[in-house]
C-alpha cells in the first residue's frame, strides 16, 4: 500500500459530508494576547477551541492569533516530510510483521503534529521524544534507521543525542519532560536563546513527572515547549481516564500559556509551535502545545485496538487525514503537478527499499557489548565480570570450531 | 592550589569546603537541592554557598524529589555537573525512577556518547532521633543498579576528597553522607593526593579478625576494636568506603590475614551490602577462613521510633558479641 493510495481512500471518506467536531473551525485565543475570535464567530463550538488553518477539506481558513504564510515549495515541502514518515512508518510495522523487527511504535495519523513541529525548529533546539516520533527525527536529520536498532533489539537508544539535537526515545512515560526542563534550564545558564521540546501523549500527562517538569518549567521559567500530542488513546484508555478538562489548560493552573491545535493540521501545528518556541526564546518561559490528533493505528504491533476501541471511530478521524487535506489543498491551489506528486511516489519507494536493506543487514552486536558504556570511567566489577564471562565463553571455542561458527566474537 | 592543612574540621564543614571547592574549581558544577540556598541546608552543608556564587549556581528547587533529579540529567545533559541533595534518606523515594531507569542508563543507552556527571547526596542512617523516614539506610537499593557508583565518607578528610573526586567523575555518584557524624571532627588535608574514590582503607591494622564497614559503623567499628584490645585480641578495621564498587582485594588481602571477616552496616542485613561481601569473600577466601563471615546490621522490620534507635543499631557490644562468635568456630 502507498501513502497516496492512503490519501485517495481518504478522500472517498470525507465525502461523505460528515463534519465531526473536531472539523469545526474554532479559534483558541493564545492567553496572552486579546481575541475577538469568538464574537466574530458566532455560535459557541461544543468542543474546546483548537488553532485550525487548514479544514479536513483543505480549504485555508484563518486565525486571528496564528498566521503563516508559506511558498509553495515550503508547502511541497511539508508534504513531501509527512508522506515519507508515513512510508517510512508502514515499512517499520511491516519489518515488524516480518520479524525483523520486535516490535514497532506506528504514528499513523500523527505526521502533521509531528513535522509541523518539527519544521518549526532551529538546528540549535533541543527535542526530547518518547518512542513515537519518527517524523520529529526526521525533521532533526535523524537516521530513519537508527531509530529501527532499539525496536529490533540490537541496542537500547543507540545513537548520539548531540549530533541532531534529538535525544533518545524515552519509553518510560513521561520522564523526559523533566529532561528537557533541566536542559532549558541550562540554555537559560547559558545565555543562549535556543528552545527545546518536549514530546508526550495524552497518557503521560497523568505522570507526576510531568506535573513536576511544569512546576520546574515555570519556576525557572524555562525555554521548554511542552508538546502534547493528544492522540486520544493511551493504549485501551481514552483521554477522559486520564484529565477532567482539556489538557492544555492545565498549563494555566502552572503559569503558563496552553493552547490546542488541531492536531492533523500541519500548517497550524507549524504556526503554534513557532509561536511557542519564539514565546520560549524570547524569554517568557514554557507554553503548552496539546496538538489534538489520533493514532490510526495500533499503540503497538503488540496491541491490538480492536478489543477497546470501535472501527467507526477511527473511520471518522481518516476523513481528517493529515496527509490527505494537505494534498487536496496543494491540487486545488495548483501548487503541486502531477510530476511532483509521481516523484515523491517514486522517493517514497526508494526510502522504503533503502530501510528494509538497512534493518536486514543491521549486525546484531557482539556479546561483550553487554559490558560495554555501562560506566564512563569503569567499574571494577564491570571488568571481573567481563573477563570471567569471556573466559567462559572461551572454553566452547573448540566446539564452536568444530560447529563451524567460530569468529563471532566468542 | 596551594599546599593547605584545614585542621580541624567537622564531617558536615568538610563537605561544604569541598562544595565550595568544586563549584570554585568549575564553572559547571551546580548545587541544587531543597533548602539549599539561604537556609544553607537543613544540616548547614551548603551554608554560605548562595551567597558566595549565587541563584544560578546554588539552586534553590521546589520541593519535588523526581523533578530535582530529573532536571539534574537534563543538566547534565547540557554539559554541567550538577550535585543534588536529598534532604533525608527517606525522602529519595520520589527520585528512585529517575536515578535507577534514566540516570544510571543513560550512558549505556547512548552507546558511550553522553556522560552523566551528577552526584546524589543524601544524608543518611539513623542515631540523632529523628521521626519517621529521617534514618533509614538504603545504600543497598542503589548499589544493586547498574550504572550507579554509591561512596560513604567514614572521616572528615575522606568527606572532603571523596566528595571532589565524585564530582569529578563522568558517572552518576550517589553520595551518603553519615548525618550522625556530621559534627565528629578530624583533619582535612586539602594538599594531600587523595587515594583513589573506589579504594578501601584499612583504617586500623588487626591480625585476629576482619571488621568491614563504611560511613557511620567504621567509628563503631574503631570503637569495638579498640575495646577488644583491651581484651587481648587485634581486629583490623577495613573502611570499605566504597559500595559500589567494592574493593575486594583489599578486604581479601585482610581477611587472607585473620581468617575471620564480620561485616557491619546500620542497613537491614537481608539482601544488604554484607551479604554481598560474604558471598564474595567465600568465593575468593574459602580455604583462608577460619569460620563463616557474619554480619551486623538492621533487622528486617521499618526503622524503628527514635526511642528504639539505640537497640536497633549496631553498636559496639553487638559488634563484640559478632566477634565472640566467629573467634568461637
Known sequence: MTVESTAARGTSRSSSGKRTAAAKTAAKKAPAKKSASRAKRGSAPAQPELVQLLTPEGERVEHPDYAIDLKPEELRGLYRDMVLTRRFDSEATSLQRQGELGLWASLLGQEAAQIGSGRALRDDDYVFPTYREHGVAWCKGVDP????????GVNNGGWDPNSNNFHLYTIVIGSQALHATGYAMGVTKDGADSAVVAYFGDGA????????????????????????????????????????????????????PGVRVDGN???????????????????QGPMLVEAFTYRMGAHTTSDDPTRYRADDERVA??????????????ENEGLADEAFFAGLEKESEELGVSVREKIRTMPDPDTMAIFENVYADGHALIDEERAQFAEYLASFADADETAGTAGRGH | MAAKSSGQLPVAKAINESLRASLEADPKVLVMGEDVGKLGGVFRVTDGLQKDFGEDRVIDTPLAESGIVGTAIGLALRG?????????????????????TQLAKMHARALGKVKMPVVIRIPYGGGIGAVEHHSESPEALFAHVAGLKCVSPSNAND????????????DPVIFFEPKRRYWDKGVVDTSAIPAPLHEAHVARPGTDLTLAAYGPMVKTCLEAAAAAEE?????????????????????????EKTGRLVVVHEAPVFYGSGAEIAARITERCFYHLESPVLRVGGFHAPYPPARLEEEYLPGLDRVLDAVDRSLAY
Open chain 1, 145 to 152: 534507521a537508527n531509530l529501527l536498532g532499539m525496536f529490533r
Open chain 1, 205 to 256: 500527562s497523568s505522570q507526576g513527572d510531568v506535573a513536576e517538569a511544569f512546576t520546574f518549567a515555570a519556576v525557572y521559567n524555562a525555554p521548554v515547549v511542552f508538546f502534547c500530542q493528544n492522540n486520544q488513546w493511551a493504549i485501551s484508555e481514552p483521554t477522559e481516564k486520564q484529565s477532567r478538562v482539556p489538557i492544555y489548560q492545565r498549563a494555566a493552573g502552572f503559569g503558563f
Open chain 1, 265 to 283: 493540521d500541519v500548517l497550524a501545528v507549524l504556526a503554534v509551535t513557532r509561536a511557542a518556541l519564539e514565546h520560549a526564546r524570547s524569554g
Open chain 1, 317 to 330: 478521524w481518516e476523513a481528517k487525514d493529515p496527509i490527505l487535506r494537505l494534498r487536496t489543498y496543494l
Open chain 2, 80 to 100: 554541567y555537573r550538577p550535585v543534588v541533595e536529598i534532604q533525608f534518606d527517606g525522602f529519595v523515594f520520589p527520585a528512585y525512577d529517575q536515578i535507577v
Open chain 2, 159 to 170: 568527606a572532603y576528597w571523596m566528595m571532589r573526586q565524585a564530582i569529578e567523575s563522568d
Open chain 2, 231 to 255: 581484651e587481648g585480641r587485634s581486629l583490623e578495621v577495613v573502611d570499605l568506603r566504597s559500595m559500589s564498587p567494592i574493593d575486594f582485594d583489599t578486604v581479601q588481602r585482610s581477611v
